[in-house]
């Protein structure tokens, strides 16, 4: 049996607010935080209290979990006169589930621990769908101890949860995912188009090649999306040129060139230019639509 925690959740959006509903259905006592209650209404009914801020959920929970858009919002959620290091108690847990910097990762790390307070970074994947079912893949980063004493949380909303190393490495994990979904999504395009070309019919190519080598997540899940002209996001374009922008830089100081991404990165900041950004990204195959 899990034990009932009081738990915080600071940005409930598209997947966010499917992994509160997860966390009030086990029976937790789930305090909330977003920019705009209005959104939250629906998990406000099914028991969540609200918060005015991220320092006061900070200041009531046990754990805290976080899941905002960027960087400099993760920034903010900590930093500001209402964020959880001026208000959030001595011994709070903190987990980062929203895709940042790996620098930034170990920068709030190493502060956290100043203030008696624990973090780990732990971004997912899995999209709408997955939150949804609550089978999303976990990638974590920080010390093993404070992994190990929360991880029945984690089971609540994913199903492939892997402690990847020291403060920073989930981060690290989550670009190399990014990465190979960029590329992936490319071929995905091109394979539909192809099929299209070729006058056959899309939905049987798929149901052939989804199974076999050259299946993937985005082969069986956004390519349905792709035939349908079904662009709602799982996955917000915008937030996915964020992540490709975090993975380049990374991998510039690395000394790495990746040819693959900074394709498919040029290709999503072209949508998101013709007004596309807030959609998702199955969006790619508009690319081709032409």
């Not at 046990?62 to 993760?74: K, T």
């Not at 984690?154 to 020291?166: P, R, S, T």
């Not at 080598?213 to 040129?241: C, Q, T, V």
Request: charged share 20%.
């Amino acid at each position: 049996m899990i034990e009932k925690k009081h738990i915080g959740f600071i940005g409930t959006g598209v997947m966010g607010k499917s992994i509160v509903k997860h966390l009030l259905s086990s029976g937790h006592k789930v305090s909330i935080f977003t920019r705009t209650k209005e959104k939250a209404q629906d998990l406000i009914d099914m028991g969540a209290k609200w918060a005015q801020s991220p320092g006061e959920v900070a200041s009531q929970v046990d754990v805290v979990f976080i899941m905002v858009g960027y960087p400099s919002d993760v920034e903010e959620v900590f930093y500001s006169e209402q964020g959880i290091f001026a208000n959030g108690k001595s011994g709070l847990i903190v987990v980062d589930l929203t895709t940042s910097k790996p620098t930034l990762a170990i920068e709030l790390y190493e502060k956290a621990l100043t203030y008696g307070m624990s973090l780990l970074d732990a971004p997912v994947s899995g999209g709408d769908v997955g939150a949804k079912l609550g089978k999303l893949s976990i990638m974590v980063g920080g010390d093993k101890e404070v992994f190990d004493s929360i991880s029945p949380l984690f089971k609540l909303f994913g199903e492939h949860i892997v402690y990847q190393g020291n403060a920073g490495a989930g981060q690290h994990t989550k670009m190399a995912n990014q990465i190979a979904i960029a590329s992936n999504m490319i071929a995905v395009c091109e394979a539909i188009t192809y099929a299209k070309k070729a006058k056959l019919n899309p939905e049987t190519v798929l149901q052939s090649i989804s199974m076999g080598a050259a299946g993937s997540w985005s082969l069986s899940n956004l390519a349905p999306r792709m035939l349908k002209d079904d662009f709602e996001p799982g996955f917000y374009i915008k937030h996915f040129i964020k992540d490709m922008g975090i993975a380049l830089d990374e991998a510039k100081t690395m000394g790495l060139q990746l040819p693959g991404l900074e394709m498919a990165y040029s290709m999503y900041q072209n949508l998101a230019e013709q007004g596309f950004e807030n959609e998702g990204t199955q969006s790619l195959i508009k690319a081709y639509n032409k």
